[in-house]
């Protein structure tokens, strides 16, 4: 392996801003339940996590700080973690991300999870609350109220969620509920009525395709930021669905409003390049994308994502969820594939070596810090 060169230095010293991830378990999780979080599928029947690109980036890069040898056999590596207890592993995975800042999705939760304060002591680092603008809607409906209401209702609900202490943006998962072929223009009154109407009859999840759009403008209108789930995730997504670039007619409508971040976005990386390309609104991450291929490969999927995409639109996010190897995970990827890259177009003269510092730290860091504000500038709380 060549010595590491002077970006591989700046990225592993930089603090990074993590613009999207969730908490961390606040339990012992047993074998059967730990390789159900390190996979979007599942622990099939002789077929195990362990045996994939993100179960062996585990286990050469994770062992080590369990004290163990790397490439550390599952068994072992499971042992050991019961024996360190959760609280010390997640101490020991959220430090070692060298992460300042966390923007934590509190809207998914299938396990006990840390809150983002708890997140931010653990981690020694600062958090912040990304509001999930589905479970506000879904609250509101859980409280009773009439199809005719439910607008203004909703309006007034998630109003209320983001004035709460230590809010820096929201978020929609509506490329789980219905995809991204949505009609791009703002609902009328009538069609959020009788759809509030169709939905509440259900006492369903909110999937009708008016809500979710009427959702997205109300996203608009609250002026914060707005991250969208695109691309990879569990087989709730219909992956086909989930293209950013089915947004393109939206984006024209909003352009000129709120920033738009693009979350994930593998295997559409390069569509979500081209939106942040000709949209000043858009940005983008390959977060989850990157622990789930590991080092091995996270400087290929961001060289993808870089091919034409300006460089303060680029954002870290580790989407790190349940298991606190991934928040270090996600991290280590990102800081040795985003260093591999922008090395090599110094070393090939296409990059000086103080652009591509600037590129670095911009990625790492800066860019997020400019679009969350003034919040996610502040000092690491330790």
């Not at 378990?25 to 047993?30: H, I, N, P, R």
């Not at 996979?39 to 080590?64: L, N």
């Not at 939206?250 to 942040?276: D, F, K, N, S």
């Not at 290929?300 to 991934?326: Q, W």
């Amino acid at each position: 392996m060549p010595a590491p060169g002077p970006v591989h230095e700046a990225l592993a010293a930089l603090p990074l801003v993590d613009h999207h991830c969730h908490g961390a378990v606040t339990a012992d999780l047993t074998p059967e339940r730990f390789e159900s979080l390190i996979t979007e599928g599942a622990a099939w029947p002789g077929v195990s996590p362990f045996d994939s690109p993100v179960g062996t980036a585990v286990r050469r890069h994770c062992a080590p700080l369990l004290d163990l040898p790397r490439h550390a056999p599952p068994a072992d590596y499971l042992a050991r973690r019961a024996a360190l207890g959760w609280r010390e592993v997640n101490r020991r995975f959220l430090r070692a991300s060298g992460t300042q800042v966390f923007c934590v999705d509190t809207g998914y939760a299938p396990h006990p999870f840390t809150s983002p304060a708890e997140l931010a002591r653990a981690a020694g680092a600062a958090a912040y609350e990304v509001v999930r603008l589905e479970q506000v809607a879904e609250a509101v409906a859980a409280r009773g109220v009439e199809a005719g209401e439910y607008a203004a209702v909703f309006r007034a609900a998630a109003e209320e969620a983001v004035r709460r202490p230590g809010v820096v943006a929201v978020k929609s998962v509506a490329a789980y509920r219905t995809g991204f072929a949505l009609d791009p223009a703002r609902p009328t009154d009538a069609e959020v009525t009788g759809a509030a109407g169709r939905w509440l009859a259900r006492k369903s999840r909110m999937a009708d395709p008016v809500l979710v759009r009427h959702l997205l403008w109300t996203a608009v209108d609250l002026g914060l930021p707005l991250q969208l789930h695109t691309g990879f995730g569990d087989a709730d997504v219909r992956l086909h669905r989930a293209d950013p670039a089915l947004l393109t007619d939206w984006l024209h409508r909003t352009a000129g409003t709120i920033p738009v971040l693009l979350l994930h976005c593998w295997p559409y990386q390069r569509q979500a390049a081209y939106l942040a390309t000709v949209f000043e609104q858009v940005y983008l991450d390959v977060g989850l994308a990157l622990h789930y291929t590991g080092p091995a490969r996270a400087r290929a999927v961001l060289e993808e994502a870089m091919e034409i995409t300006p460089y303060r639109k680029l954002l870290y996010s580790s989407d790190a969820c349940g298991v606190a190897e991934f928040h270090h995970l996600g991290a280590l990827s990102f800081r040795q594939g985003l260093a591999g890259l922008l090395q090599a177009r110094v070393e090939a003269d296409e990059l000086s070596l103080s652009d591509a510092l600037r590129i670095a730290a911009w990625a790492g860091r800066d860019n997020a810090r400019r679009l969350y504000g003034p919040p996610v500038s502040e000092p690491a709380r330790h």
